[in-house]
Every structure is written in C-alpha cells, then in structure tokens.
C-alpha cells in the first residue's frame, strides 16, 4: 500500500455495454428523422423545390436528412408562415438531438470529469452512518458479503484500497470505492470516515492494520472498529489502537479446522453459522414490542436461540441467568434460520450428510 497518488472515489453506476449503447443511439437519430420526414410529408403542400411543390415521402425523407445534418442545400425550402414556424419550433430541436446523438460520445467524454465530481460532492453531503471497509482482498470481500447478507443495503458500504481492480470489483457489488493508501488521513476522510458509524479494517498487514485503525480511531471516536490480525501478538496492539474487535484470522481458522477433525459436526455447525446461505446465521437485534415480557426459553420455541441479552451496555450470556425476561431497550443476539433457507431439513453438509437441525 505504497500508492502516493491522491485518492479517488469510485461511485456505483450501471454499466451497458457498447452494442446497446450505439443501437440506442442510432434508434435516437433514426426517430428524428422518422419524425421529420413524417411531419414535412404531411406539410407538403407548403414547401417547395425547383421543380414546384414536394408529392413523395423520398423528397421528405431527402429534406429530413440535408436538413438534421445540417448540410441544408436550399432546393427544398418551406414558403408559408406555419411551415417556417414548424421549423422553429420541431425540426431544429430535433436537428439539435440529432447532432448531440452523432457526437455523443466526443460529449461524454467532455462531460464525464464533471459529472463524476457533481456525484461526488452529492454523495459526500448526504452519506452518514456508513461502513468503512479498508482492504478488498478475501476477507474485505467476505465482510461485505456478510453484510449484504444480514440486510445491509451495499450503496452505504465504501472499500477503501490500491488496487484497482479491487475497486472496480466493489463498485460491480454496489459499493462505493475509494482508490487510495488508507494509512494516509486525507484518503480517509475521502471515504468520510469522520461520519462513518461502522470501521472494518481488513488490510493484508498487521501493521498497516495498526496504522489504519490509530488513524480511523482518531477520526471517528465513537465508531465500532473491527480488525483483523493475521498474529496473535498484534491483537493486543490492534486493541490499544482503537479496534473494538479483533479477529485473529490465521489463529481461527486453524480452531476451527483443529474442531473439524475431532468434531465434525461441530465443525459443520459453526460453518452453517460462518456461511448464513447454509441455512443458520446470527443476528443481533432489539426486543420487538411482542417479545417483552418473554423468556428467552419463550423466543427459543419461536425459532430463535438467545445466546446473550445486552441491557443497559452489559452482555448477559444465555448460560449466565441474569435475564429473566426482556424489557424494552434490550438487544438480544440470536442465531435463527436463514430467511433465504427457511427448511432446515434442505440443508445438506459438504460430506452429502443432511443436517438434521431439528435433532
């Protein structure tokens, strides 16, 4: 991440490829003098040409074409007020369309810097509460997914990186990008972490992690920050700098294939928890107004295991006893089928072994 070239934010679009992009344009300049011809013809009694008054859809069609191209050769001309009104009023406007069609992409072009930052200024006016995520690699991309996957809209999710094709890879999943080195504060508040309400700091290197999270912390002291370590030892450091939460990524994924070898169906269970699209996933989500005065045993029966309950800033595991039922403004974190997979007994292991949830 040595990249020292200011950065620049990358917005999603939708994106047409170019056969459709000129069929449309030749439909535009087609219509125009579809237009044209059709109105000349049915004005023909008051236009003129050497030979006197215009009789056949080729004259027109003739007028049309020397007319919206304007090459107008003058032996075709319109002799009445209302012709010459008609002129005024329709055909040179289609002679404009027709024209900006022909140069449209010389336009684009011209236009495209300045339509690129009006987006930007708009965009940076009106976005707020947003997730930062710094790094576009496996596990920037798995975090995004596991935030489209909980509900959370991508437009209010921007990636911060240097590589470009990472960029252009989160503008296609929706998200906003911004190409740039997010040890550097001005890339930062490019990607308006000062508003942002949720930092994931998902860069290859630890130390680059450390860098990103004192900035980010600095810049947005009542975030949640979320970090991951590639080494037990930094997480300690990822701690000191801000991070509320670090994820020791090399250290879980050998538990968990540790967990897999000597307990394969724990191991497939907390794969289903790690893979929402599986059938199970966690949640965390405030009490409902018909979930007060309910036991968490009583949301259990509804579908939902309660694993803690978070009143007043204070997590009370569900092995703990602190709760007995819910009161408004409590948070409860809850693993629950997938709305997408609502049959658990569809779900099938990678061994070909169905999951049997219900046991």
Same mark, same amino acid.
């Given at each position: 991440?040595?990249?020292?070239?200011?950065?620049?934010?990358?917005?999603?679009?939708?994106?047409?490829?170019?056969?459709?992009?000129?069929?449309?344009?030749?439909?535009?300049?087609?219509?125009?003098?579809?237009?044209?011809?059709?109105?000349?013809?049915?004005?023909?009694?008051?236009?003129?040409?050497?030979? /006197?008054?215009?009789?056949?859809?080729?004259?027109?069609?003739?007028?049309?074409? $020397?007319?919206?191209?304007?090459?107008?050769?003058?032996?075709?001309?319109?002799?009445?007020?209302?012709?010459?009104?008609?002129?005024?009023?329709?055909?040179?406007?289609?002679?404009?369309?027709?024209?900006?069609?022909?140069?449209?992409?010389?336009?684009?072009?011209?236009?495209?810097?300045?339509?690129?930052?009006?987006?930007?200024?708009?965009?940076?006016?009106?976005?707020?509460?947003?997730? $930062?995520?710094?790094?576009?690699?496996?596990?920037?991309?798995?975090?995004?997914?596991?935030?489209?996957?909980?509900?959370?809209?991508?437009?209010?999710?921007?990636?911060?990186?240097?590589?470009?094709?990472?960029?252009?890879?989160?503008?296609?999943?929706?998200?906003? /990008?911004?190409?740039?080195?997010?040890?550097?504060?001005?890339?930062?508040?490019?990607?308006?972490?000062?508003?942002?309400?949720?930092?994931?700091?998902?860069?290859?290197?630890?130390?680059?992690?450390?860098?990103?999270?004192?900035?980010?912390?600095?810049?947005?002291?009542?975030?949640?920050?979320?970090?991951?370590?590639?080494?037990?030892?930094?997480?300690?450091?990822?701690?000191?700098?801000?991070?509320?939460?670090?994820?020791?990524?090399?250290?879980?994924? /050998?538990?968990?294939?540790?967990?897999?070898?000597?307990?394969?169906?724990?191991?497939?269970?907390?794969?289903?928890?790690?893979?929402?699209?599986?059938?199970?996933?966690?949640?965390?989500?405030?009490?409902?107004?018909?979930?007060?005065?309910?036991?968490?045993?009583?949301?259990?029966?509804?579908?939902?295991?309660?694993?803690?309950?978070?009143?007043?800033?204070?997590?009370?595991?569900?092995?703990?006893?602190?709760?007995?039922?819910?009161?408004?403004?409590?948070?409860?974190? $809850?693993?629950?089928?997938?709305?997408?997979?609502?049959?658990?007994?569809?779900?099938?292991?990678?061994? /070909?072994?169905?999951?049997?949830?219900?046991?």
């Amino acid at each position: 991440m040595a990249n020292e070239s200011p950065a620049r934010l990358a917005l999603p679009e939708k994106r047409h490829g170019p056969i459709r992009a000129i069929a449309f344009r030749i439909f535009i300049a087609v219509m125009c003098i579809v237009v044209t011809t059709t109105v000349v013809y049915l004005e023909r009694d008051e236009y003129r040409d050497l030979n /006197g008054t215009i009789q056949t859809w080729v004259s027109a069609l003739y007028y049309a074409t $020397v007319t919206l191209s304007t090459t107008g050769y003058g032996d075709i001309t319109p002799i009445t007020e209302s012709a010459r009104i008609t002129n005024i009023l329709l055909i040179t406007p289609l002679r404009f369309i027709f024209l900006i069609v022909l140069v449209g992409t010389t336009i684009e072009v011209l236009t495209e810097r300045s339509r690129q930052q009006f987006r930007a200024t708009r965009w940076r006016k009106r976005v707020k509460k947003h997730t $930062v995520v710094i790094g576009y690699g496996m596990k920037g991309r798995s975090a995004v997914r596991a935030l489209i996957d909980q509900g959370y809209p991508s437009e209010n999710i921007v990636v911060v990186d240097t590589n470009g094709a990472n960029i252009k890879a989160a503008t296609s999943d929706g998200c906003v /990008g911004v190409l740039g080195d997010a040890r550097r504060e001005e890339v930062l508040r490019q990607a308006a972490v000062p508003s942002a309400h949720r930092v994931i700091v998902a860069a290859d290197r630890d130390d680059t992690s450390v860098l990103v999270t004192l900035t980010a912390r600095r810049l947005a002291p009542n975030a949640t920050i979320a970090a991951a370590a590639r080494e037990e030892q930094n997480i300690g450091v990822l701690r000191q700098g801000g991070a509320d939460v670090v994820i020791p990524t090399a250290e879980s994924a /050998g538990r968990l294939l540790g967990l897999s070898i000597i307990a394969p169906n724990a191991g497939e269970l907390i794969e289903d928890l790690l893979e929402p699209v599986a059938g199970l996933q966690i949640s965390e989500r405030e009490v409902r107004p018909e979930d007060v005065g309910l036991s968490p045993a009583r949301l259990t029966a509804r579908g939902e295991i309660v694993l803690t309950v978070i009143r007043n800033g204070v997590s009370h595991r569900f092995d703990s006893g602190g709760v007995k039922v819910f009161q408004p403004g409590d948070k409860i974190v $809850v693993i629950r089928a997938n709305a997408d997979n609502p049959d658990p007994s569809s779900a099938v292991s990678r061994t /070909g072994r169905p999951r049997d949830r219900n046991a």
